[in-house]
């Protein structure tokens, strides 16, 4: 089973603050993404890397940078929280071939406070 | 115009109903689709892929029409545990990165 895995289920961060999320994926995808999930507006993509060292800015890029220095790992970091900050976070990972090609696997989320 | 779009519901049917999700897509270049399920405070979950030819699995079925750039699932004898939010989703066109473009979700609730 493809596992992913985020750091945190639940956190609390000071408006400021540093803040950096952890994903990582067991099965070797070279695809991997950030999405926040905020009610009614749905999943929106923060962004999105199809390679190490690689990245591409999603839809609602603007506050948050990555990192992807290896393949298993997809980190989110938010430079100086902000209370509108405060969401459910997603990381998920794909494949670009085989049977389950741009089937996207998420991890359980992080719930992130920004007080 | 959204990307995808989807009837938000919520859909209350009692057990046993037959209940049906329409979803409308707008880029004509998307070559993969897909159902996700998710549960209160969970994450996304693949339901099944949506193939060309309809595909079935169990009590839920899955069709396509590219012509009209709509998307159903349907739901055979609703279970209590059914009950949750439906995700309709298609691949962003060109390939890019593997991008993927979730509707807004309908959600459905399947009471006794």
């Known amino acids: 089973d493809v596992k992913v895995t985020q750091s945190s289920r639940y956190l609390v961060k000071r408006t400021g603050e540093k803040v950096f999320l952890e994903c990582v994926q067991d099965?070797?995808?070279?695809?991997m993404f950030w999405y926040r999930q905020d009610p009614g507006l749905g999943l929106r993509l923060i962004y999105f890397?199809?390679?190490?060292?690689?990245?591409e800015k999603g839809d609602i890029p603007e506050g948050y940078s990555v990192s992807r220095e290896k393949k298993e790992r997809f980190s989110l970091i938010l430079e100086s929280a902000s209370t509108n900050q405060t969401s459910m976070y997603l990381c998920?990972?794909?494949?670009?071939?085989?049977?389950?090609?741009?089937?996207?696997?998420f991890g359980a989320g992080t719930r992130l406070s920004v007080l | 115009r959204k990307e995808v779009e989807q009837d938000p519901g919520p859909f209350n049917v009692p057990e046993g109903a037959t209940v049906a999700f329409n979803c409308t897509y707008s880029?004509?270049?998307?070559?993969?689709f897909f159902w996700y399920r998710q549960d209160c405070r969970k994450e996304p979950k693949l339901l099944m892929s949506?193939?060309?030819s309809g595909n079935e699995d169990g009590r839920f079925t899955a069709q396509l029409n590219r012509a009209s750039q709509y998307i159903s699932l349907l739901i055979r004898d609703s279970k209590l545990s059914d009950s949750a939010t439906y995700l309709c989703?298609?691949?962003?066109?060109?390939?890019?990165?593997?991008?993927?473009?979730f509707g807004q979700g309908t959600e459905l609730s399947v009471k006794p």
């Open positions: 998920a990972s794909s494949s670009i071939t085989g049977g389950d090609k741009n089937i996207q696997y």
């Open positions: 099965m070797d995808h070279e695809n």
């Open positions: 890397s199809y390679d190490v060292k690689m990245k």
């Open positions: 880029n004509s270049a998307s070559q993969s």
């Open positions: 949506v193939y060309s």
């Open positions: 989703v298609v691949n962003a066109p060109y390939n890019q990165g593997g991008k993927l473009i």
